[in-house]
């Protein structure tokens, strides 16, 4: 990825992020492909983040 790219890349995951984690994911190969990008959550319980 050169400068171009990268900069890119930083305009779509400010622009989208899950759009833009789905379209990585999309290079991956999935027994299962992911049916939902991100899960998170910042509460004292249940705290979690979770990708894919």
């Known amino acids: 990825m050169d400068a171009a790219g990268y900069e890119a890349a930083v305009a779509q995951v ?8 789905r379209k990585v994911a999309g ?21 979690h983040i979770r990708w894919y």
């Open 14 to 21: 400010e622009a989208d992020p899950e759009a833009y984690w």
């Open 27 to 47: 290079r991956l190969d999935w027994i299962t492909p992911p049916t939902q990008i991100k899960d998170t959550s910042f509460h004292k319980h249940p705290f």
